[in-house]
């Protein structure tokens, strides 16, 4: 059997791809008989089923951008459509990776710049057409396509990491000798499930904020982050009309204000989509002139981001 401690070094060095780390951490989990770490193993490995719950770390933030064509001019533009993302229960705005580690390793690797894009089907491209009323203005929606930084994805795969090599730290501090005397007992099992499911899916508690390198390190909620992000996102939402922001960037404005309410409203905000949002929006303000609420808001990301440094 595979010796634990050598295992973390390989995966912390980088000596082993984070497949190789999960087949050869397939080992410590049948040694340990614990159904949770073999299915979550066997869903990294292999990819997780429709029926199976995906883990928050695997859906990432996308935004949607349509081609509006007439005759031969074609535009580029934003699309908010929060209503209908929350009827498809956030497939819209989120991708969600359901594919095997190995996939998104050579995903990554494969990429040539920041951005990729996923295309829509076609006839939800037609409904998004339908409700926007796109043709009341002489135009056509002729496709429509997800928007996804190559770093989001990145960060799957970071996460999914430092999840393994915490889950092998803490199981080494219970069972230093595991190798050689690991006995199987209703105590042992309890305290295996607790890490696992603490470190795959969270403790119970409230809203948390997850703060550190990758994400990896928890804090309880912090009930001042949480006023300080109701009121930015309130004066926004009254204010949004009075920045002097053309058609296009009112809208990005509004994706990135959905985008931070979504996040707010889970058990787990992430930090890396909020301080995205919060940095989307100081660019969409910082370019606008002669404006006094632009320093107002600004002030306010500032005092937010600076929580979580």
Not at 220 to 225: D, L
Not at 241 to 247: C, M, P, V
Request: charged share 25%; hydrophobic share 40%; proline share 3%.
């Amino acid at each position: 059997m595979i010796m634990i401690k050598k295992l973390i070094e390989n995966l912390i060095y980088d000596k082993i791809t984070i497949t190789q780390g999960f087949t050869q951490a397939k080992l410590i989990a049948y040694k340990l008989n614990d159904e949770m770490f073999k299915s979550w193993i066997n869903n990294e490995l292999n990819g997780y089923p429709d029926k199976v719950e995906l883990p928050e770390y695997r859906i990432i933030p996308a935004y949607l951008k349509g081609q509006m064509q007439n005759g031969f001019c074609t535009n580029e533009v934003p699309i908010a459509l929060g209503d209908l993302d929350k009827m498809l229960n956030g497939r819209l705005y989120n991708s969600f990776f359901e594919m095997s580690i190995s996939k998104i390793e050579q995903y990554i690797n494969s990429a040539k710049d920041g951005t990729i894009h996923e295309m829509l089907h076609p006839e939800l491209v037609l409904k998004i057409e339908e409700l926007l009323k796109v043709k009341n203005t002489g135009y056509r929606l002729v496709q429509v396509a997800k928007e996804l930084q190559i770093n989001d994805v990145k960060e799957i795969a970071h996460i999914t990491k430092q999840i393994l090599i915490d889950i092998l730290l803490e199981l080494n501090d219970k069972f230093p000798n595991m190798e050689n005397e690991f006995e199987q007992n209703i105590e042992n099992s309890s305290v295996i499930k607790n890490i696992i499911t603490n470190n795959i899916y969270g403790s119970n508690n409230e809203t948390n904020f997850a703060v550190g390198d990758g994400n990896s390190q928890i804090i309880e909620k912090n009930s001042h982050i949480n006023d300080k992000l109701n009121e930015l996102l309130g004066y926004l939402n009254e204010k949004i009309d009075n920045f002097g922001l053309n058609s296009d960037a009112k809208k990005e404005l509004k994706i990135e204000v959905e985008r931070l309410e979504i996040q707010k409203s889970k058990s787990n905000p992430k930090v890396s989509i909020i301080n995205s949002s919060l940095e989307a929006i100081k660019g969409i303000l910082t370019g606008i002139t002669g404006n006094a609420l632009t320093p107002v808001v600004l002030e306010k990301i500032n005092t937010i981001m600076s929580y979580f440094i």
